[in-house]
């Protein structure tokens, strides 16, 4: 079991730039969470899918962020036109069911210049 | 929505000495989980305890849903527990994302 994989563990952008992070689930966990951690804020949630079905987005900020999950071994978190205020480790969790233990990824470090 | 607490904000202990991390929360809750993160590392997940009281090696979880809280304790703590211990409660009404704690940050000296 490899745990949960995050792709790329760091990521430096230019102001405006696009990132894209890669998270790839347990193996036969249907739930995947994406979080965003800073100092000043603490951990917080962004988005959550499940089955690949997007279930809850709240988290995400309106503009510029998507996430999506074409199949059952990966997830991607995109952020078009990054801004400096967007700096943050961006965690990447499985679960089995969504309703249970949540296993978080090594996290990837995005930095915007 | 629900808001959690954690106690104290940071904590030095001397190698072997215990301590006893709190928890609050705002409501009624689904579940309860711990985590324990180096830093720069990644959240390890160290007890998913929506209620009584669990333990591993070394440390023990309490939850007790009516008077919203838990707790971890830690024995004979050894240099190698410094870090930073997180509890993250998931409640119905948040769906199943975890509402996070801002942490304790435990310092322990040899």
């Known amino acids: 079991n490899a745990g949960v994989i995050q792709t790329p563990r760091h990521k430096v952008t230019g102001k405006g730039q696009e990132a894209t992070l890669w998270c790839e689930p347990i193996?036969?966990?249907?739930?995947v969470f994406w979080y965003r951690q800073t100092i000043v804020q603490g951990l917080e949630f962004l988005t959550y899918?499940?089955?690949?079905?997007?279930?809850?987005d709240s988290g995400m900020p309106k503009e510029r962020f998507s996430a999506q999950m074409p199949n059952q071994s990966h997830s991607t978190l995109k952020i078009q036109s990054t801004q400096p205020q967007d700096s943050a480790v961006y965690l990447c969790?499985?679960?089995?069911?969504?309703?249970?233990?949540?296993?978080f990824g090594p996290g990837t470090r995005l930095l915007v210049l | 929505g629900q808001q959690v607490q954690q106690s104290p904000a940071s904590l030095v202990l001397q190698e072997g000495e215990n301590a006893e991390l709190q928890c609050n929360f705002s409501?009624?809750?689904?579940?309860m989980q711990w985590f324990y993160q180096r830093p720069g590392g990644s959240l390890v997940s160290l007890f998913y305890n929506p209620s009584g009281t669990k333990q591993s090696g070394r440390l023990t979880s309490t939850t007790v849903i009516k008077e919203r809280r838990s707790s971890l304790h830690i024995s004979s703590s050894q240099t190698t527990d410094s870090g930073t211990y997180l509890c993250a409660t998931m409640t119905n009404s948040a769906g199943n994302k975890l509402t996070f704690g801002i942490g304790t940050r435990v310092l322990v000296r040899p």
């Open positions: 409501t009624s809750l689904n579940s």
């Open positions: 969790a499985s679960s089995l069911d969504g309703a249970d233990t949540q296993y």
């Open positions: 193996s036969g966990h249907s739930a």
């Open positions: 899918f499940r089955n690949q079905a997007p279930i809850d």
